[in-house]
């Protein structure tokens, strides 16, 4: 097997797992990763706009748009303009959103964050540069990506 070999067996062995935990988790809760994780930045935000909500998440200001739709669809927020400016909106969370968020499970892989954290700096720094390289290598770095683990559509920074 040639050393790349390795390294795209690795990929799909995260892949994998990272599908295998949204659908568990969208089981659960009925929700995708990206919806438990807009409304977590909703809780912690208190009241924000979507493009703060965009900037927490590290997603695209039309993704965060999409997601806020679906989740108003289910009565989870609700959106409300600015008396003061009409331009301005303020998302937030209904009692049954709220309720949702109170009861997530965990957004992050917790055996990944355990042994993570076990890990010094140096060895930290290295697992992001490498897999910061390999996105570059894949022509992915511009891909909208959040901080959670998650599968499903890919949408372009440019889009």
């Not at 999409?66 to 331009?87: M, P």
């Not at 055996?111 to 890990?119: A, D, I, P, S």
């Not at 290598?137 to 949408?155: C, F, I, K, N, Q």
């Amino acid at each position: 097997m040639r050393d790349y070999d390795d390294i795209l067996v690795a990929l799909r062995r995260i892949t994998r797992a990272i599908d295998l935990e949204s659908k568990k988790l969208e089981k659960a809760t009925g929700l995708t990763t990206s919806q438990l994780l807009v409304l977590d930045a909703i809780h912690k935000l208190g009241d924000p706009s979507p493009s703060a909500i965009a900037r927490e998440v590290v997603l695209s200001q039309a993704t965060v748009t999409s997601l806020l739709d679906r989740l108003a669809r289910n009565e989870l927020v609700n959106r409300t303009k600015s008396q003061i400016d009409k331009r301005q909106v303020a998302v937030t969370l209904t009692d049954k959103g709220r309720a949702r968020v109170d009861n997530a499970p965990e957004l992050l892989q917790a055996g990944f964050l355990k042994e993570y954290r076990k890990l010094p700096d140096w060895q930290r720094n290295m697992l992001v540069a490498s897999l910061q390289q390999i996105a570059y290598m894949m022509d992915a770095e511009e891909l909208d990506a959040s901080p959670v683990l998650d599968v499903g559509e890919l949408h372009s920074h440019n889009t």
